[in-house]
Structure formats: C-alpha cells, structure tokens
C-alpha cells in the first residue's frame, strides 16, 4: 500500500530563519508530486509540482523554493521565513497529472 | 482562469438530518475530487468523480459535467462528519494543478 508522510507535524519559526519540510512516498515508482498552502481558515493553493526527480515546477512566487532529489522525496524550503508563510502546508501525490489526488497529513507552520 | 463555486459556505444540522453540498465550476473539467478535511487538518479524499453517481456508505457524489456541477450528499448526519468539505478540479493537466473551492464548514450538533 502507498504511504505518504510528512515532517515535521508542526513549527513555530521566528521571522528570517530557514525552514525546511519534508515528505516521503512510498509503495509508488515515479508519482507526480506536489505541494500545496493553505492559510488559516482558507481555501488550498498549489506551490510547486514535480513529475519526476530533479524537476521541480513552481506554481505560486511565495519566496519559498522546493526539490526533489529522490524519486520518493520531495522537500520546501526557505532561507528566510515570512509572516506570510504561516499556515498548513500539505503534500500530495498523483500517478498522473489529472488522475486522483492523495495527500499527507500537512505540517502546520507558525511563523513569529 | 478555472474557478470553483461552492455553497452553501457553512452549514449546522442536527444530527440525523440531511445535507447536500454544491459544486459549480467555471468551464468542462476532466477530473473532479472531493475532500473533507478534518478539524485538525488532515485532508482525506472522498470521491474520485469526473461524472456520474457514486456511492460509499452515508455519502452519495453526482456530477453532471456538461452542466459543470457536482454535489455532495450525507445522509443521516452524525456529529463526526463535522469539518469542511472541499471540492477541486484539475484546471491544468500538464501541471496537475487542482484548483480548490472554498470549502463548506459543516457543524452538526447532538
């Protein structure tokens, strides 16, 4: 069975310091990647997008940037954090780029 | 650009009661999904439903496509389907970028 994990859970970050997160899946050769913002009480926001290692797409200019060294990891982060980067950040994966959507637990971010 | 309608924006029941939740979107997508999203955050996908009716347990998904609308049916509410329920499209299929609605906060009291 696939399983998708993200870390850490949660973070409380003061402003300008470095972030990153991360997420695995496993039980999946070569899924699409993604990873996706959701500010508190909002709606979902797509980021970045990955089809495969090493190629990494952005979606959304945040100041955050995001890599895939592996086929099963993919990683956001940041030098230097913003208020505006608080919120819940999810990743998901997909066989295909319009195929159905599964997603990792999310990592709630708290920026001060 | 692709958008997504939901309503109503929230919605409190007692438990027991019905609700229909609505999806509208702005033009013939290829691949609807609904979520739910619990309390705490963790988004669990519900239906994989680009057209016609599915069932599983108390919740029913219909899409109409060519009338770009899907609904979201719970029967017999239960305090634990409290949360927000979200409805999304693949607006680019190069990207496989979803693009979501707003969401549906459903309360349902005891």
């Known amino acids: 069975a696939q399983t998708i994990h993200q870390w850490p859970v949660a973070e409380i970050k003061a402003v300008g310091s470095p972030l990153s997160l991360g997420c695995t899946i496993k039980?999946?050769?070569?899924?699409?990647l993604y990873w996706y913002w959701q500010a508190t009480g909002g709606t979902l926001q797509q980021l970045f997008y990955?089809?495969?290692?090493?190629?990494v797409e952005s979606v959304v200019q945040l100041n955050l940037s995001a890599s895939r060294p592996k086929d099963d990891q993919f990683i956001l982060s940041t030098e230097k954090l913003l208020l505006s980067h608080s919120g819940f950040y999810l990743c998901?994966?997909?066989?295909?780029?319009?195929?159905?959507?599964?997603f990792g637990s999310g990592t709630r971010l708290l920026v001060i | 650009g692709q958008q997504v309608q939901q309503s109503p924006a929230s919605l409190v029941l007692q438990e027991g009661e019905n609700a229909e939740l609505q999806c509208n979107f702005s033009?013939?997508?290829?691949?609807l999904q609904w979520f739910y999203q619990h309390p705490g955050g963790r988004l669990v996908s519900l239906f994989y439903?680009?057209?016609g009716t599915k069932h599983t347990g108390r919740l029913t998904s219909t899409t109409v496509t060519n009338e770009r609308r899907s609904s979201l049916h719970i029967s017999s509410s239960q305090t634990t389907d409290s949360g927000t329920y979200f409805c999304?499209?693949?607006?680019?299929?190069?990207?496989?970028?979803?693009?979501f609605g707003d969401g549906t906060v459903l309360t349902v009291k005891p």
């Open positions: 039980g999946k050769s070569s899924p699409n």
């Open positions: 033009s013939t997508a290829t691949r």
């Open positions: 998901a994966w997909s066989l295909r780029a319009n195929s159905d959507y599964t």
């Open positions: 439903n680009p057209s």
């Open positions: 999304a499209i693949v607006s680019n299929t190069n990207t496989g970028k979803l693009t």
């Open positions: 990955s089809i495969t290692v090493g190629q």
